[in-house]
């Protein structure tokens, strides 16, 4: 069964360093989310992706936030200076007939 | 905007016993509901969709939800639970299938034997 993939599974980073995160969705689905997961708090939408560009993003992705899909087949979010509060649990997410979650990257931010 | 309420954070129940999980939601557009399920430590599994039709709606592992519309509820539930289905249940809507999805808080099952 296809399914989406992420790496790296942890990522510990300093405070104000950049991060990018990698996603693999399933091949010939056309939406693509990023989700995070701060411990113990729901999950909150951050972006969603088709067609080369950004089609919606909430409060929470701002400047620091950008996401790109390099290729046919990789999806990525970067952050730029990373803040203690980015800690978290990061989800990719596309669309086929619903959406498919991968594992997530966990972030810890120090 | 929509939004979701799961009022228990916690539910607590012996193996074999029903279970029921609540999630209302809010939104002044037809909206799309959904449940998934997070094992510790693993991502975000969908249990079952409602879309439209039936209003009642069957999933994975022997769950299955009511939408309910005049009470905006989609409630989770299940006849008999194993050890098994320890693990955070999450209702979620969208207003199509494609765009993002708005989570609740999530309720936390814990079966014990």
């Known amino acids: 069964e296809p399914e989406v993939t992420q790496t790296p599974s942890h990522q510990v980073t300093q405070m104000g360093q950049e991060v990018i995160l990698r996603c693999v969705p399933i091949s010939n689905h056309l939406y693509f989310y990023w989700y995070r997961q701060i411990l113990g708090q729901k999950v909150e939408f951050l972006v969603s992706?088709?067609?080369?560009?950004?089609?919606?993003k909430s409060e929470i992705f701002d400047d620091q936030f950008s996401v790109e899909r390099p290729d046919g087949s990789n999806f990525t979010l970067k952050i730029r200076s990373t803040k203690l509060e980015d800690s978290a649990m990061y989800f990719c997410a596309s669309w086929g007939s619903e959406q498919y979650f991968g594992p997530g990257t966990r972030l810890t931010v120090t | 905007a929509q939004s979701v309420t799961q009022l228990d954070s916690q539910v607590p129940v012996f193996e074999e016993a029903p279970v029921e999980l609540r999630c209302n939601y809010s939104s002044s557009v037809s909206v799309y509901l959904f449940w998934y399920v997070q094992y510790p430590n693993q991502g975000l599994q969908l249990l079952l969709k409602y879309l439209s039709g039936s209003t009642l709606v069957k999933g994975i592992n022997g769950f299955e939800a009511e939408f309910n519309k005049s009470q905006t509820s989609f409630h989770l539930r299940k006849p008999s639970v194993h050890i098994s289905d320890t693990a955070e249940y999450f209702c979620a809507v969208s207003r199509t299938g494609f765009q993002k999805l708005v989570f609740g808080t999530g309720t936390r099952l814990l079966v014990s034997p």
């Open positions: 992706f088709y067609n080369n560009e950004i089609s919606e």
